[in-house]
């Protein structure tokens, strides 16, 4: 028998697939778009900050989304919400690309489709929970993250492409198109199914299922994991160009491999009863490579670094694993929303006090620093982990599957051997 459920099982599960290709669909209209969008903005404005917040300030826009909105990911059909999500950020960039539109009106669009972004991830995390048996949730939150990466950097040289061929209104509408199919495929590819719990989604609704997920004192180690140390990690990256300008794009290749291979090795060839002895040494090698920036490592010798301090990043699924546990089948959508919508706003954060260090110091003693954070940060928390581990270890011992919307339900299984 197989160690863990191949990818063949993956996409033979009913529904995954259609969930697979709506989600990577419409992380390839974002891409585009936002290439689209930048370009667009640029060459009306000249301004490169300008430019650079219409590519990256969707990613914001999801913080004050988890804030006001994530509510709705459970208390919404999951089918329903995706399609008429996805249809919004279908007439959304169409209308960024009309060619009256001030730019002033395309950033109110912009941030308006990053804010419902964030219900849309908490909608695919939580339908993911009832798509795929338990014992498949690991491999198919891996295989998404991948596709994630990928069709990101497949964006870009699409959208590149698109721009040089069709201008950038012109691109801006093939994402349009993109998010329409993605509506379509989520319209006749997946079912229909009640929301997970009842109630009016709110913004009041969604602060107080915030300060639940948050005041567990199970979860709240579990959640400040997710955030803080990958964000931090996230901001050495973004000192890639300043510490080796002409190869900063080597490094980040390396850096993207490392977490494929991570990814790969844990969601895939890791039986489940040896997943949690992983949990400690992946959170550990996210960030104890990087101290060898410490003394200007020779570039070589800096790619092999960023490259098995990558392979940490698999810790994030063994973390999300244990927060699906320790939630309430009500909120799994939300709790992922949140943890989604947290690391994003970290990786923010973790970029900035990165760049401070550096104007202070250098590009090579601020990812030292910045990493040595981080690794204080993983100790910090490691007691409260351990503890939520075998508490998550005891949930999945229970009933291995529970009935959607009720109160006090959790995701669990039975023992593996």
């Known amino acids: 028998m197989p160690l863990s459920p191949t990818y063949r099982d993956l996409f033979r599960t009913p529904e995954y697939t259609p969930l697979f290709l709506t989600a990577s669909a419409q992380t390839a209209a974002q891409t585009v778009a936002g290439l689209a969008l930048s ?150 590819g997946l079912s229909r199914r009640p929301p997970r719990t009842k109630g009016r989604p709110s913004v009041s609704l969604t602060w107080r299922d915030n300060q639940r997920l948050w005041s567990d004192r199970r979860r709240r180690p579990v959640l400040l994991a997710l955030w803080v140390p990958n964000g931090l990690i996230v901001g050495c990256e973004s000192l890639f160009v300043p510490y080796a300008p002409g190869h900063a794009g080597l490094l980040l290749t390396f850096a993207a491999l490392g977490m494929l291979a991570g990814d790969t090795l844990t969601g895939r060839f890791t039986p489940a009863h040896r997943r949690a002895r992983m949990g400690p040494p992946l959170r550990l090698l996210l960030a104890a490579p990087y101290l060898v920036f410490a003394f200007r490592p020779t570039l070589p010798l800096a790619v092999v670094a960023v490259t098995v301090a990558s392979v940490g990043y698999a810790a994030s699924l063994l973390l999300q694993e244990q927060l699906m546990a320790l939630t309430p089948a009500e909120l799994s959508g939300h709790a992922m929303g949140l943890q989604s919508s947290g690391m994003l706003a970290m990786q923010g954060v973790g970029a900035g006090l990165a760049g401070a260090v550096a104007q202070l110091t250098d590009a090579s003693v601020a990812l030292a620093v910045t990493a040595a954070i981080s690794l204080a940060v993983t100790l910090a928390l490691a007691p409260g982990l351990r503890g939520a581990a075998r508490d998550a270890g005891s949930e999945r011992a229970g009933p291995s599957r529970i009935r959607p919307g009720t109160a006090d339900a959790t995701w669990s299984q039975p023992p593996r051997p």
């Not at 919404?76 to 007439?91: G, S």
């Not at 009832?130 to 690991?138: A, D």
């Open 39 to 188: 370009t667009l903005v640029y060459g009306r404005t000249g301004s490169p900050l300008l430019s650079a917040l219409a590519m990256f300030a969707p990613s914001l826009a999801q913080v004050l989304g988890a804030m006001t909105l994530l509510s709705a990911a459970d208390r919404l059909a999951p089918r329903a919400t995706l399609c008429a999500l996805a249809t919004l950020c279908a007439l959304g960039t169409a209308a960024q690309a009309f060619p009256g539109l001030s730019t002033g009106a395309a950033f109110a669009v912009l941030l308006c489709l990053g804010g419902i972004s964030a219900v849309g991830g908490g909608v695919r995390h939580g339908l993911l929970n009832e798509v795929l048996p338990r014992e498949s949730h690991l491999l198919g939150r891996a295989v998404l993250n991948m596709s994630s990466g990928a069709v990101q950097i497949c964006g870009f040289a699409v959208g590149g492409i698109l721009l040089t061929s069709l201008s950038a209104r012109g691109t801006l509408l093939a994402a349009a198109g993109l998010h329409a199919a993605a509506a379509s495929v989520a319209a006749f």
